[in-house]
């Protein structure tokens, strides 16, 4: 069914991550690193900044998630 079809999507996924060199301690720690930029109010004073690390924030969760 369609529950079944997706976890083979995301085995895929995965695959295609880990075959991609992700490094997964690496992603961890700048997840991290820039979820703790995203609680510095200072941050939103630069929204197109801002915006960029939002964006790599959620690429690297989802990376992370996928794994």
């Known amino acids: 069914g369609a529950e079944v079809e997706q976890q083979v999507d995301d085995i895929k996924q995965a695959l295609v991550l880990l075959r991609g060199g992700f490094d997964y301690p690496a992603a961890v720690r700048e997840l991290d ?9 200072s941050l939103w004073s630069d929204p197109e900044h801002a915006q960029t690390v939002m964006r790599t924030r959620t690429r690297l969760e989802s990376g992370i998630n996928t794994v």
């Open 33 to 41: 690193e820039l979820n703790a930029l995203a609680e510095n109010p």
